[in-house]
């Protein structure tokens, strides 16, 4: 009888350990779910101008080296997904979009995603909610009253506001890098029909720049071109011609007599629709005109 009890006992055990050990084992909880991140810029009920571009800014603490964000814009109405950016680098912490003259005005969220450098995994989302897209009216410096210009100075009356002059920069300033010129830089070169050829060119002389305007702008209502003199490290030495209509296709361009003997070339920026492509012509060393002298 103890034996019996004894070989039923043993039985119970084995079966009960048996069972314990072929249950699945519990999974932890999953640690794949996309992270959340703080947007800086913008915040809810932001203000934005269609044909503009603004600055998305986000905290970089989370985000895994080598990811990339994409930044589009949700108008939940219409159920429409706008991309703005993609790829960009996720530690650089901010950047501008381009919101193009063909995006409609109204209500719309800004989602950013990130992924694992440049594949489809997401590790990290946020969104911002009740972004206003408006559309600007009267933007033109010429349109400004000079009170919109300069608002602390006090409005003039009678005579004296209708002699009131507006003043425009001068475009042989460097002013022109502050007059609507931000654009996103895209890889593209511009195509160069016309260029000054290799060697010398002589200061005081006419030389023909012309260019082609890229694919991407074709359609676009207002294309312009600024004509630079740079160093052979790219700084800007003279500004040649600024915010000329690109469609001319081509331009004479005079190189300054005060300008120092050394090695150049030029450079041609178009811009339209919130993007910018650059050409450079060959590189050339400026040389004096015969019988002149340096004052």
């Keep these: 009888m103890a034996r019996l009890q004894l070989a039923l006992l043993f039985l119970l055990t084995f079966l ?22 703080e947007v800086t810029a913008p915040t809810m009920d932001t203000l934005w101008l269609v044909d503009s571009l603004p600055t998305v800014s986000w905290d970089t603490s989370l985000m895994p080296e080598g990811s990339t964000v994409d930044i589009a814009l949700l108008h ?12 960009v680098p996720s530690q650089s912490g901010s950047t501008l979009v381009n919101l193009r003259p063909d995006i409609s005005a109204g ?20 969104l911002v909610q009740s972004l206003i897209l408006i559309e600007e009216e009267g933007s ?16 003039k009356s009678g005579i004296e506001e209708e002699k009131t002059e507006i003043h425009k920069p001068d475009r042989t300033e460097f002013s022109f890098k502050k007059l609507n010129q931000n654009a996103i830089q895209e890889s593209e070169q511009v195509t160069l029909t016309h260029q000054p050829t290799k060697g010398n060119l002589v ?19 207002r294309v312009r071109v600024n004509i630079l003199l740079v160093s052979r490290t ?38 339209g629709k919130g993007r910018k492509f650059s050409g450079y012509t060959h590189k050339f060393r400026t040389s004096l005109p015969a019988f002149a002298a340096r004052r």
């Design 203 to 221: 200061l005081r002389a006419p030389y023909t720049v012309g260019w082609t305007i890229p694919k991407a702008l074709e359609s676009a209502r």
């Design 234 to 271: 790219d700084e800007v030495v003279r500004v040649l011609a600024t915010n000329v209509d690109a469609k001319t296709g081509f331009m004479y361009v005079f190189l300054p007599e005060d300008i120092p003997l050394a090695m150049y070339s030029i450079k041609v920026e178009i811009i």
């Design 76 to 87: 939940h109405e219409k159920k429409q997904s706008i991309l703005l950016r993609r790829y």
């Design 16 to 37: 009960a350990t048996f069972t314990v050990n072929a249950l699945p084992a519990s999974s932890p909880p999953s640690s794949k779910q996309p992270f959340r991140f």
């Design 107 to 126: 209500t719309y969220s800004l989602l950013l995603t990130v992924y694992k450098g440049r594949t489809s995994t997401v590790v990290g989302r946020s």
């Design 140 to 155: 033109d410096l010429d349109q400004r009253t000079p009170q919109q210009i300069d608002p602390e100075s006090p409005m």
